[in-house]
């Protein structure tokens, strides 16, 4: 083996090399971050929608809008539970808030955490904790499947435990559900010991946010006023009539749907989206 060490130190040498250089975000410095098993990353600026270009969730926005705002300003706030229909713009809505605070010169920063990343929470808190600006943490899509240890591990990050956030971050988590467990584990509480105790444990978690926002699916004459506002923000000729079509095409009636019908206008259009 001894005749192969030379080769074999060239070519991990040659690896080293190629290897990028280890990069150390700093949370200090940018507005928009993802963080996950790798560790904090700066992100590029998203897409985002104006806050005007809202329909049919006007009391939401402006719920979210004004505790972010007083969280940008160091005061009392909340963190938030967005919870209901899917594309009915939770997740965008978040991200829109933060780039109207960051436009209007606020410094707060966005940390966008995956799903599967809740156990590696306390690092990131640890992280931010000596960072002298505002942070909100974004988690989108939660649910915490059956498991106990990830509802008590929540609800202690939340709220109560020492492994709490620190006072100068807020979350703001997304869900399909209203108390961030599926239908299969309401199911389960049924064959539970104490099953009201499950239900406690379930509720509790919710109760951690002060602020709850529901969003609900919307009704046909919301769905064509969110096609409206986006046809009028991006100069296209609105045809209700093919707005409707393309709904029911696809089964439902959404912010989502009413976006991919106004990038199917742009497109047969030739206009480009900005």
Known sequence: MDEFAPHLA???????????????????????????AAGLDAVPVPRTTPLALYAGVDAQRDALAENARRHALGLPAHDVLLWGARGMGKSSLVRSVHADLVAAGHDVALVQVAQGDLAA??????????????????????SLGADAAQVHALRSLLDGGILARPDHVRLAITSNRRQLVPRAMAAEDQDAINPRDAADDQLALADRFGLRLGFHACDQDQYLAICGNYARAHGLAFDPAAALAWAVARGARS????????????????????
């Open 10 to 36: 060239r070519i991990a040498d040659a690896l080293e090399r190629l290897s990028p250089p280890p990069t150390s975000t700093d949370p200090a410095i940018g507005h928009w971050f993802a963080f996950g």
């Open 121 to 142: 929470l306390p690092g990131l808190f640890r992280r931010l904790a000596p960072v002298s600006r505002r942070f909100m943490v974004f988690l989108d899509d939660v």
């Open 255 to 274: 912010g989502r749907v009413a976006w991919q019908f106004t990038v199917e206008t742009a497109g047969a259009a030739g206009v480009t989206l900005g």
